[in-house]
């Protein structure tokens, strides 16, 4: 019997060794950490899966082994064993933007509290270029889709919830298996003109987003409506057009004076759009707020570290990408999701004042 046990001590001994010599050379597989730990590797599996029945020194020791030898699970080996690859595609349309930086950071953060990990890839505002991406991330086994805005039809993100879990934003769609997340653009705009008129400003310049996005058009509904509802007449020559970035708002506002036309006010469909207004503004020797009051619309984190710090509605980006990550869990547990943005609140800074 003594010599029983001293085989299987020192053949125990001789797999823990192999299973270091192996560590050092950076291949570390479940069958070595079984080896070190003296268990199955089937024990380790179940271990790390949260599912083992196990003693507390079988634990301990595979704890032990894990950390000693330096294991590190693959998430694609274990989601594929429970039928997944615990990872969700993310088109968003442009990974440089300041807007859906925020976003994606939420999403992010939100899935890998549970082991997801983000696929991310640019759409561009390309319908056919996202087809591109979905297919992509499609080719890759994702365990569902999460789209940010785009111009994908509502018909094709349907025809894909046929197959795969997808949760959009910035429009209000219904589906089977698809869930969207939708922002209040038009009370929003309602909400920055508003302000702008409680101030005592009449002749509001409103710099446009792109006239293709549905955000864009419902900032200008809720503009014209807010107008309206003050007795004031819409005037289209103070209207500009923007694309949504800083450059297309320094244009928007260079139009403007060079047309001479006569305003008050700044009212730009985003925070990007009044970065540019506002750079314009200086260039022509007039300053915010003394000559001319400035909002935007999104409140992004740069937006209170701006000279003055701007005026703005509030979109909680970083909240969207956590409410698009957590309505897509709920969809992959078979639940239906519960997540709704919040409505649009005005966030009053240093870049208004009255004229009263």
């Not at 196990?54 to 699970?73: H, I, N, T, W, Y």
């Not at 949760?167 to 309602?190: C, S």
Request: proline residues 5%; aromatic residues 6%.
């Amino acid at each position: 019997m003594a010599r029983k046990t001293a085989n299987a001590t020192t053949a125990v001994t001789g797999r823990r060794r192999h299973a270091a010599a192996a560590a050092a050379e950076g291949k570390v597989t479940l069958e070595m950490v079984a080896a070190a730990a003296g268990v199955s590797p089937s024990t380790v599996s179940r271990i790390l899966n949260g599912t083992a029945v196990v003693s507390d020194d079988k634990r301990a020791a595979v704890d032990e082994a894990v950390a000693r030898l330096g294991f590190v699970p693959n998430p694609v080996a274990r989601g594929l064993a429970g039928g997944r690859t615990l990872s969700i595609g993310v088109v968003t349309q442009a990974i440089d933007s300041p807007f859906y930086g925020g976003a994606l950071r939420g999403i992010e953060e939100e899935l890998g509290r549970v082991g997801y990990s983000p696929l991310f890839v640019s759409g561009h505002w390309n319908a056919a270029h996202e087809a591109r991406c979905i297919d992509t991330l499609r080719s890759r086994r994702v365990d569902g889709l999460i789209v940010l805005d785009g111009r994908l039809g509502d018909a094709a993100l349907s025809a894909v919830a046929q197959s795969l879990p997808v949760v959009v934003t910035g429009r209000a769609l219904k589906a089977p298996a698809l869930y969207a997340l939708h922002f209040d653009n038009f009370e929003g705009g309602r909400l920055a003109t508003h302000h702008l008129l409680s101030l005592g400003h009449r002749r509001i310049a409103f710099i446009t987003g792109d006239p293709r996005h549905a955000d864009s058009k419902e900032r200008q509904r809720g503009y014209r409506a807010a107008l309206e509802a003050a007795g004031l007449a819409f005037d289209p020559a103070l209207v500009v057009p923007g694309n949504y970035t800083e450059d297309s708002g320094r244009m928007a506002v260079e139009r403007l004076l060079d047309g001479r036309q006569a305003f008050t006010a700044i009212f730009a469909a985003n925070d990007q759009m009044a970065f540019g207004a506002a750079l314009a503004l200086h260039r022509r020797r007039l300053h915010v707020p003394g000559d001319v009051s400035l909002v935007g619309f999104d409140d992004l984190q740069t937006a209170v570290y701006s000279i003055p710090p701007l005026s703005t509605v509030h979109h909680p980006v970083y909240g969207l990408g956590q409410l698009a990550a957590s309505a897509m869990l709920q969809l992959l547990a078979g639940e239906t999701p519960t997540a709704e943005l919040p409505a649009p609140r005005f966030i009053v800074r240093e870049s208004t004042r009255s004229t009263l």
